[in-house]
């Protein structure tokens, strides 16, 4: 059993900050990439940022120089800094990760958090 568990969601001011925290427990051999995406009402969910097992991030372009994702190996977590929030910015934060379960198999497979609301106020 993995679980992702999410926090750190909340309503913000426009040009505010937020941090969100994604936490993976249960039975983890090693964890790939890392990444949040979000899903705004009536959109797709779209990817907000990733990282790497090294550390590699990229970034969607509209969040790019405000927003900073980042990750604690030891505590197999990831974290996303939100800065300079603006009202679009407003949606429900996912977080994700392929995660490898077992040493006899090196399949790595998704996992999602429950998803965290963030909500811009203009």
């Known amino acids: 059993q993995v679980q992702l568990v999410e926090s750190g969601g909340g309503l913000v001011q426009a040009g505010g900050s937020l941090r969100l925290s994604c936490a993976a427990s249960g039975s983890i051999v090693s964890i790939n990439a890392m990444g949040w995406y979000r899903q705004a009402p009536g959109k797709q969910r779209e990817l907000v940022a990733v990282?790497?097992?090294?550390?590699?991030?990229n970034y969607a372009e509209s969040v790019q120089g405000r927003f900073t994702i980042s990750r604690d190996n030891a505590k197999n977590t990831v974290y996303l800094q939100l800065n300079s929030l603006k009202p679009e910015d407003t949606a429900v934060y996912y977080c994700?990760?392929?995660?490898?379960?077992?040493?006899?198999?090196?399949?790595?497979?998704?996992?999602w958090g429950q998803g965290s609301q963030v909500t811009v106020s203009s």
């Open positions: 994700n990760a392929g995660i490898r379960r077992y040493y006899y198999s090196t399949s790595y497979h998704d996992y």
């Open positions: 990282i790497s097992s090294g550390g590699t991030t």
